[in-house]
């Protein structure tokens, strides 16, 4: 089994900064790519960046030039900086990954149970 573990989230003020990180633990054999998602009330889960294990990264419209995502191989961790936040970026904000758990093939993907981010203005 699989674990995703979010932290750092909390209440911002407008043009503030604030990183989220996530720690990936388990039988884990392998992880591919990992992302942020992030969920407003009552709008649709949607990406706010992807990191591959190489390296590439990939932004939203919304957030590119602000945030950046990182991670750490080593210790299974990914992050996101957030800079110059805005009230449109409160939202709950989700790790995922996807993983090669120990004794498969086939990689499988998680999910954290989520961070707020509050953005006041």
């Known amino acids: 089994q699989v674990q995703l573990v979010e932290s750092g989230g909390g209440l911002v003020q407008t043009g503030g900064s604030l990183r989220l990180a996530c720690a990936a633990s388990g039988s884990i054999f392998s992880i591919g790519a990992m992302n942020w998602y992030r969920q407003a009330p009552g709008k649709q889960r949607e990406l706010v960046a992807s990191i591959t294990s190489g390296g590439s990264t990939n932004y939203a419209d919304s957030v590119l030039g602000r945030f950046a995502i990182s991670r750490d191989n080593a210790k299974n961790t990914v992050s996101l900086q957030m800079n110059s936040v805005k009230p449109e970026d409160t939202a709950v904000y989700y790790c995922?990954?996807?993983?090669?758990?120990?004794?498969?093939?086939?990689?499988?993907?998680?999910w954290g149970q989520g961070t707020q981010v509050t953005v006041s203005s």
């Open positions: 995922n990954a996807f993983v090669r758990s120990s004794g498969t093939s086939l990689y499988t993907t998680y």
